[in-house]
Each structure stands twice: as C-alpha cells, then as structure tokens.
C-alpha cells in the first residue's frame, strides 16, 4: 500500500482504483481531499500553474494599458498545499469585518490613546 501511495494521481493504478470505487465514496473521499486543501501536484504541474499565471498577467497588463482602465487583477491558479493570498481591505468596514470585536476594540482604544480593553 506504501508503493501505490507514492504514485502519481493521473497513473494507471490509482485511476483503476478510483474508478473501481463507488460513486458516493468516491465523492466523500473528493471531498475530505478539498477540506484539507492538499493534493499531490508535480514540479511540472506546479510550473505549468506559474505559466498560467504569467500569462493571466501579462494579458490583464496588455489590457489595461490599451483601454487606459483599470480592470481587475486575474486570480492565481489555486494549488494544492498553497494558501489563497487575501486580498486587502478597501475600506474601514471591510477591515472592521475581517477582524474579532476584541481585536477593534484594541485598535481604537489604541487610535484614541486610551487604555487598552481586556
């Protein structure tokens, strides 16, 4: 079971396997390999993402120095193992929502040079 573990996802063996398992099982286990966000991707497949990506870039950069416009940056492919980049607030009450009542609380205690809550 080790060996077969170590195979590649497209090989012959384990997409015999998976194919042999019955629908529901097979979605269960697709779904418990999404919440935990791994995935077991090549140096090459991780190099092909980094392609894509250079060239969403360079298409989005072509763009908006054509129309003189801004539109909005193309998201990076997402990889297995690799945490999503969030995105920076845009205003006070997008900020305010991200983050726990006692964290704001604290910053404006801080802001307003008062004491800080417990």
Same mark, same amino acid.
């Not at 989005?60 to 193309?74: F, I, M, N, Q, S």
């Given at each position: $079971? ?6 590649? !996802?497209?090989?012959?063996? *384990? ?5 042999? *398992?019955?629908? #529901?099982?097979? @979605?269960? /286990? ?15 497949? $991780?190099?092909?993402? @980094?392609?894509? +990506?250079?060239?969403?870039? !360079? ?8 129309? %003189?416009?801004? =539109?909005?940056?193309?998201?990076? /492919?997402?990889?297995? %193992?690799?945490?999503?980049?969030? @995105?920076? =607030?845009?205003?006070?009450?997008? *900020?305010? #929502?991200?983050?726990?009542? !006692? ?5 404006? @205690? ?7 809550? +417990?």
């Amino acid at each position: $079971m080790v060996l077969i573990n170590q195979l590649p !996802q497209e090989s012959r063996t *384990l997409t015999a396997i998976r194919d042999s *398992l019955a629908p #529901e099982v097979r @979605a269960k /286990l697709a779904a418990e390999a999404a919440d935990q966000g791994h995935g077991r991707w090549s140096r090459t497949d $991780m190099l092909l993402a @980094a392609q894509v +990506d250079a060239t969403r870039q !360079q298409t989005w950069v072509l763009a908006e120095w054509k129309k %003189g416009e801004r =539109p909005p940056a193309p998201e990076p /492919l997402k990889r297995p %193992g690799v945490e999503e980049k969030r @995105a920076k =607030p845009r205003s006070i009450d997008e *900020l305010r #929502e991200r983050v726990s009542p !006692q964290t704001w609380a604290r910053a404006e @205690a801080l802001r307003k040079g008062l004491a800080l809550p +417990d």
